[in-house]
């Protein structure tokens, strides 16, 4: 009911939205999206999980309407005074091996590149999700050989803490450090490759911390996402990278993407602040000698 209800209201603002994009375009300020998802799979479907059916949809339509680019470079835009052109960016969190089945393979084939963070400790173990334990569907998390694979076939991969932790309620730095700097750490002693992105669990605002940005910032890696449904302006700093949930259905992803101007303007009270363009280029300039 509330996907019809939304592919109707998107039909009678069609007009609306193909004048903002216009508008958009000619001032050289479209905005970055970033979508992350979870699980790709057609069992134990939840809200954390897309079917393979849909996400191919998801794929098909992407690829029709935007330059679906790597992180990185969706970053780099975001950094540059203008854009002119819909992109988007793809990631995954919490680390899945249902999406060894059909995600993976899927975005190899088609040659879209995505960042895929992990819970290192859920790798290292192979135990469940405590979300998947709650309810009751024990799912099985990334191997180390999976991860592998995934860098083979052009997937990058970030991290995404030790053990799923809710960083907002860490008080304690050195549990902080351990979930933040020791999963970049088990990443790059696993992967032998430098670890340049940081999603936060949960990802809402009260879920990240001023100390933890500053660790993310001290540590050198590039940027870190959140999760609370927001896209990112031309000119930003490009530390934080906003992200919009890709999870729910078809109707839900182009609402958002097709430029409602109801969902443009960032309203969340962000408790931290990100460093400034000069302190990110003096932080790349050290970590370069």
């Known amino acids: 009911m509330k996907d019809q209800a939304l592919w109707l209201y998107r039909q009678l603002t069609a007009r609306s939205r193909t004048r903002l994009l216009e508008t958009l375009r000619e001032d050289g300020n479209i ?148 979930e933040i700097l020791g999963s970049i750490h088990d990443l790059q002693t696993w992967l032998h490759k430098p670890i340049d992105y940081f999603a936060f669990p949960f990802g809402l605002p009260h879920n990240i911390t001023q100390l933890a940005v500053d660790i993310l910032h001290e540590a050198g890696v590039k940027g870190f996402c959140s999760a609370y449904g927001a896209w990112n302006w031309p000119g930003s700093p490009g530390f934080h990278l906003r992200r919009i949930h890709g999870d729910p259905g078809m109707a839900r992803l182009q609402n958002w993407l097709t430029y409602d101007a109801r969902k443009l303007a960032d309203s969340q009270q962000l408790p931290f602040s990100e460093p400034n363009e000069k302190e990110l280029e003096l932080t790349t300039l050290l970590l370069d000698e």
């Open 31 to 178: 905005p970055i999206a970033i979508l992350f998802y979870h699980r790709v799979s057609d069992v134990h479907p939840n809200e954390w999980t897309i079917s393979t059916a849909d996400f191919a949809r998801h794929l098909d339509w992407l690829q029709e309407n935007f330059e679906i680019v790597s992180l990185s470079r969706a970053q780099e835009m975001i950094r540059a005074p203008k854009n002119e052109k819909p992109v988007v960016a793809i990631t995954f969190d919490d680390g899945y091996s249902d999406n060894s089945t059909f995600a993976i393979p899927e975005l190899a084939r088609r040659g879209i590149p995505a960042t895929y963070f992990v819970t290192t400790d859920f790798v290292r173990t192979g135990r469940p999700f405590p979300h998947d334990l709650r309810a009751d569907v024990p799912l099985q998390p990334n191997t180390f050989d999976e991860l592998r694979q995934y860098l083979e076939m052009g997937i990058e991969i970030g991290a995404h803490t030790r053990n799923h932790a809710d960083i907002g309620q860490c008080v304690n730095e050195t549990e902080l450090r351990d």
